[in-house]
């Protein structure tokens, strides 16, 4: 039987840092109004003219690429995960898998919100289980900064840009991703969204003028909904893996909101020293977050732990993987 292991973890953030005292100059906040409420002090921006969020994937790919050793022809299959893609079409992927130089990968996008990373480590999960592929790039790459609006106080101290990605590889040991759950729920859909631009509202001046191209969220909805789906996937994802609270070393959830994370330890009883946060730093970054953050406390992760790595996003679609650690 072949596991999918992980067998490289990469992440890239641009170099300009938006940070609260910033924002408090462009729209009505403050520091302490965005700390208190979502535990986010600064966001890291993509600036450069003509750069989408392709850019951001390169870079972590090629780190990825550089770090493992791994040769661009080797890898067999490129999976892109985003909300931000460079274009309606091509795929961000297709962009990505040619700039770093994989002649012989096939490369498509999914499209699964602030869940899309998890969403696509389990198609590569089933991918290499079923022995079709050998190595296989999971990039998210989100350039968040791109759809949100600096006027709307609510929404603009969210978000920032980045990309992160992983390496998966076939193991004969029980490593890596071990199981998922996963689930949506459409009642979502007038929660977080983004109102215009899509088959159903097509850009117009008028859809210009309302700033329906920018994200628009209910905080409070998600909130609410966050909180409970993110819980009861990992739970869920835990028992049916005979894991106790205990037994679990590592919550990963997406860093949307610190409150949120707080909220989903606290519940699940689990101790906040197990629970991996760097929201203060890079914001929200959709689905680049989980591997962003992986990247940043990769030292303090060892063989052999167990993680739980939970998400929720637009739709709403969440789920939660059951991942044994190999790096």
Not at 83 to 97: H, L, V
Not at 157 to 183: N, Q, R, T, W, Y
Not at 221 to 242: E, F, I, P, Q
Request: proline share 3%; net charge negative.
């Amino acid at each position: 039987m072949l596991y999918p292991r992980i067998a490289g973890i990469a992440a890239y953030v641009p170099d300009d840092i938006l940070d609260n005292e910033m924002l408090s100059q462009m729209v009505e906040t403050s520091d302490e109004w965005i700390t208190t409420r979502v535990g986010i002090k600064e966001r890291r921006i993509l600036k450069m003219d003509g750069a989408g969020s392709s850019y951001l994937g390169i870079k972590a790919v090629n780190r990825l690429l550089e770090s493992t050793g791994t040769k661009p022809e080797e890898v067999d299959l490129l999976i892109c995960a985003t909300s931000n893609p460079d274009y309606r079409f091509p795929s961000t992927g297709s962009i990505i898998a040619h700039e770093c130089g994989m002649n012989r990968a096939y490369a498509y996008d999914i499209q699964a919100a602030c869940a899309g990373f998890l969403v696509a480590l389990q198609d590569a999960s089933a991918y290499i289980r079923s022995g079709m592929y050998k190595k296989i790039v999971v990039v998210a790459a989100e350039k968040m900064s791109s759809m949100t609006n600096y006027h709307d106080r609510t929404t603009c101290p969210l978000f920032g840009d980045a990309a992160g990605c992983m390496l998966i590889e076939p193991s004969e040991e029980k490593v890596g991703i071990i199981d998922g759950v996963f689930h949506i729920d459409g009642t979502g859909l007038p929660h977080l969204l983004m109102k215009a631009g899509g088959s159903v509202h097509p850009a117009t001046h008028d859809t210009v003028d309302a700033d329906e191209h920018y994200i628009y969220q209910e905080g409070r909805a998600v909130y609410k909904h966050a909180v409970t789906d993110m819980l009861t996937s990992s739970l869920d994802v835990a028992s049916r893996n005979g894991l106790s609270i205990d037994d679990v070393d590592w919550l990963v959830p997406h860093q949307a909101n610190l409150r949120i994370i707080e909220a989903v330890a606290e519940r699940a009883g689990i101790n906040h020293d197990k629970v991996l946060v760097n929201i203060e730093h890079y914001g929200n970054t959709s689905a680049a977050s989980i591997p962003l953050c992986l990247t940043e406390y990769r030292d303090r992760l060892k063989k052999g732990d167990k993680l739980i790595l939970t998400a929720f996003g637009a739709g709403f679609t969440w789920g939660a993987l059951y991942v044994i650690w190999d790096l």
